[in-house]
């Protein structure tokens, strides 16, 4: 059975940080690339980071870059999301995905970025 189960959402003050994990299991997670998407209110899901099969190359959308930075533990089965310098609009359910022969998704964490 194929599970991606997502970890370490909340509510943050702006500036603040958070780390988001993403354990996976049921399939061979080391030939996925590994790919973090968020979903605001009304508005339709977006592609905010990814990483390569290996960790060699990592993309961002132009709204984190530089303060995101996705990673991966193999050995873990684990993706990871660490964000920085949060801000009020990065707030979303933030959804893993494991894009490959297949497609898998998770089912989100919220995270709220308030005051």
């Known amino acids: 059975q194929v599970r991606l189960v997502e970890s370490g959402g909340g509510l943050v003050q702006p500036g603040g940080s958070l780390r988001l994990s993403c354990a996976a299991s049921g399939f061979t997670f080391s030939r996925y690339t590994m790919r973090w998407y968020r979903q605001a209110p009304g508005k339709e899901r977006e592609l905010v980071a990814s990483?390569?099969?290996?960790?060699?190359?990592?993309n961002y959308a132009d709204s984190v870059k530089g303060r995101f930075t996705i990673s991966r533990d193999n050995a873990k089965n684990t993706v990871y999301l660490q964000m920085n310098s949060l801000k009020p609009e990065d707030t979303a359910v933030y959804y893993c995905n494991a894009f490959g022969w297949k497609t898998y998704w998770g089912q989100g964490t919220q995270v709220t970025v308030s005051s």
């Open positions: 990483i390569t099969e290996t960790g060699s190359t990592t």
